[in-house]
């Protein structure tokens, strides 16, 4: 079949149509998960589920985001973003072991660990990354100032959760200089994306499928500061 005929455009205008579906409830499920775990904390802040189930929320949010870019990007993003997270994983270890600084000392909270690293964080801070180079790729247009952008929202990030991880045990505060490390890895991860992507589609401003992984990324934010505020008020 000549993949130039009408029925080929079709069947790729459904495909198209099938993944935008799948994103929109996707997106939806994951900001209705989000805002039903924040009233579940805030209504029972003595209990131990409610901090439990945060960990598995940013399980679904990697799972459901790498279905269409897993998709898109073929075989070069099943390449990125494992590889990026067995090596983050790796690098965590190694710069606990060796008391390098910006090694994050994690607590129990984040669930299943390796060696200290809890096994979802490098995924869900890949995907946040992504979601943060989504954005500033359409504030800039060089590859390496969207990649310090993306690795600067991420750091935001990262200092807008410090009071929840805290308080559910996920991390303990770091130095001023572990955020400086972590802007300049961030950049050099996101780089990487950059530089795949046009080698993979030199006339595409990137590589993959940006909405789910925007979606967490917001998702993420809204979730910490409706915590951070309710707690400022005394709620829960």
């Not at 039903?36 to 802040?45: G, H, M």
């Not at 969207?146 to 959760?161: E, K």
């Amino acid at each position: 079949m000549d993949d130039d005929s009408p029925s080929s455009f079709m069947i790729l205008a459904k495909k198209r149509a099938a993944v935008l579906e799948y994103e929109r409830w996707a997106g939806m499920g994951l900001v209705l998960a989000g805002a039903a775990l924040v009233a579940f904390i805030l209504s029972a802040p003595d209990s131990g589920l409610p901090a439990a189930l945060i960990p598995w929320l940013a399980v679904l949010a990697v799972a459901l985001s790498l279905v269409p870019n897993f998709r898109s990007g073929g075989f070069l993003f099943l390449l990125w973003f494992p590889g990026m997270t067995l090596l983050g994983i790796l690098v965590e270890i190694a710069a606990a072991a060796l008391g390098i600084p910006g090694a994050r000392a994690y607590g129990p909270g984040l669930g299943l660990a390796l060696r200290g690293v809890p096994l979802v964080a490098i995924p869900f801070q890949l995907l946040v990354l992504f979601g943060a180079l989504c954005v500033a790729r359409h504030v800039f247009r060089r590859d390496l100032s969207a990649s310090v952008l993306a690795a600067a929202m991420t750091v935001g990030l990262d200092w807008l959760a410090l009071p929840v991880a805290e308080r559910f045990g996920f991390w303990v505060e770091p130095e001023p200089l572990d955020y400086a490390i972590r802007l300049a890895v961030g950049a050099v991860v996101a780089l990487s994306f950059r530089i795949l992507g046009r080698r993979a589609k030199p006339d595409a401003p990137g590589l993959g499928r940006c909405y789910l992984p925007g979606v967490a990324l917001v998702a993420t934010a809204a979730f910490l500061c409706a915590l951070r505020l309710a707690w400022f008020f005394g709620l829960g």
